[in-house]
């Protein structure tokens, strides 16, 4: 096993670990666009094979979001979400000028918040931050 970490993923490799993490298909045009336009992007490799993943989304003010942090099940507890995590974060705090603030936000998956915990991040709801909040809209002939 040869692990490197790049920048570098195709829409196609995208697809596949969300795939091998049993999350739902998102169609090609919208992977790519997705890919385009993230900020930050870490890409895990065995060999030539894409392992894991994850992008950040920023507004370049103050937002900053992770997104589609995933490892390939095969090679879950290796350190390998650490590592992803760690380049992020060094990331986040690379593009902060002194005396800033940034806002970083990320949707755990069900039983993974201990993992970012490790990160610095909390739980919501807490007495001042509510619950966290989501939706998927698909339309459909010309309807939301």
Known sequence: ???????????????SLRAAAGWSKIEAS??????????FIVSVRDGEKAIGMARVITDYGYTVYIADVI?????????????IMTRIMAWVGENIAPG???????????????????????????????????????????KL
């Open 71 to 83: 490892v390939h099940p095969d090679y879950q507890g290796k350190g390998i979400g650490r590592g």
């Open 30 to 39: 919208l992977a790519a666009n997705g890919l385009m336009h993230s900020a």
């Open 100 to 142: 800033q603030a940034k806002y970083i936000t990320l949707m755990a998956a069900k039983g993974k918040e201990g993992f970012y915990e490790k990160f610095g991040f909390v739980r919501r709801p807490t007495d001042e931050l509510g619950p966290g909040m989501t939706q998927w809209i698909r339309k459909k002939e010309g």
């Open 1 to 15: 096993m040869t692990i490197t970490y790049t920048n570098i993923l195709t829409p196609e490799e995208y697809s």
